[in-house]
């Protein structure tokens, strides 16, 4: 049995220490907003934070965020208050949206580290991979989010 805080919560999960995060989010706690993207933390549809900090969960071991602090896309906000969450709606970023809970969760981590980032931060950070190629958009929807996030 492994605890883990999430999104506030605490859970018991049954498995093993060196169980991905992604699976015990999705397949044990019900979580299904982190996507499986490609399983070797190179996509990023799996981003959630861990301690404010962005990480791929698909790498990281439910053992090695024990006691942490969780927060997926559904705890991000409950009702997509988020800065972030609001400018990619008002944006309209998504194509396919598969991608876009973890690029959400990427781009929150950095407005949290950089309440105006400029392009080349966005780029340094947000490294997540969209295959529709919504990178402009992502980047005007960062840049909406840092404005909402000034005004609030």
């Known amino acids: 049995m492994t605890d883990l805080i999430i999104n506030g919560k605490r859970h018991s999960v049954d498995v093993e220490s060196d169980t991905p995060l992604l699976w015990a989010l999705r397949d044990h706690l019900k979580l299904h907003g982190t996507k499986y993207g490609c399983g070797i933390e190179q996509c990023g549809a799996c981003t959630v934070h861990v301690n404010g900090r962005a990480v791929r969960s698909c790498g990281i071991s439910v053992g090695e965020v024990a006691g942490s602090a969780i927060t997926t896309i559904e705890g991000l906000s409950p009702d997509n208050s988020h800065p972030a969450q609001q400018a990619w709606i008002e944006v309209d970023v998504p194509q396919c949206g598969y991608c876009q809970t973890g690029m959400i969760m ?3 981590a950095l407005l949290e580290r950089s309440p105006k980032p400029s392009d080349r931060e ?3 950070a947000v490294t997540n991979i969209c295959r529709c190629g919504t990178y402009n ?4 929807a960062i840049h909406r989010a ?3 996030k000034e005004g609030a």
Do not use: H, S, T
Not at 137 to 140: F, H, L, N
């Open 122 to 124: 966005i780029d340094r």
């Open 106 to 108: 990427a781009a929150a």
């Open 146 to 148: 840092a404005q909402l």
């Open 137 to 140: 958009q992502v980047r005007a």
